[in-house]
């Protein structure tokens, strides 16, 4: 069995409204404002090329302070490092460790990780966190020039690896990645609570031993 992670909201924590709200306190003065601000601001089409590796991070400030009206230094100081500042979720990468540890016991299950990710954040996750060992290999979405939900990154993913769809189990946050993995046929977990996501996954796996 395959289990693939997404990072942002499962092992990595995001929370782009809180971010902005303290990086631009006068925009974002509430919760919705803080919101609207991120949605505008992380699912715009120019960020979108900042995770598809086509963008620098000087492109995405110059460009995203222009639209939104942003002072350009407090933008630069809110995403140029913003990958040496994202934590880790405890529960998530309790899991991948667990289950990088039941190996000994299921040969057969192997761990990868399928993100949506800029270049420059990729790179210091994998130098920051050490729970990138337990992977045997992944993706992300700077290093291929595509963003999930398209089929072609999961596509990728499944020919590197030699991934069967229905031997994997993908999990991710976002609704439509979700729903892209099931439509090419693999399982998948809609993690909205990584704190819940430890017994989904064992119930999944365990479900499958049985089958």
């Avoid at 667990?98 to 270049?119: D, E, I, K």
Wanted: aromatic share 10%; charged share 20%.
């Amino acid at each position: 069995m395959n289990v693939v992670f997404d990072l942002g909201a499962v092992l990595i924590a995001w929370e782009p409204a809180q971010l902005v709200r303290a990086h631009f306190p006068r925009q974002a003065p509430h919760e919705d404002a803080a919101a609207q601000l991120a949605r505008a601001l992380f699912q715009h089409e120019d960020w979108l090329a900042f995770d598809a590796g086509l963008r620098t991070v000087e492109d995405v400030v110059e460009r995203s302070a222009r639209r939104l009206s942003l002072p350009p230094d407090q933008l630069h100081d809110l995403l140029a490092p913003l990958g040496e500042r994202l934590q880790a979720i405890e529960a998530g990468v309790a899991l991948v460790q667990q289950l990088h540890q039941a190996r000994v016991q299921r040969p057969g299950l192997r761990l990868f990780y399928l993100s949506n990710m800029p270049g420059p954040y990729a790179r210091a996750l994998q130098r920051r966190h050490a729970f990138f060992q337990c992977f045997d290999g992944g993706i992300f979405s700077s290093d291929v020039k595509r963003v999930k939900p398209h089929e072609e990154i999961y596509q990728l993913l499944a020919w590197q690896y030699g991934l069967e769809p229905g031997q994997t189990l993908f999990i991710d946050d976002s609704a439509p990645n979700v729903e892209m993995a099931r439509a090419l046929g693999w399982r998948a977990i809609h993690c909205t609570a990584p704190g819940a996501l430890a017994a989904q996954v064992w119930r999944h796996l365990d479900a499958h031993a049985h089958s």
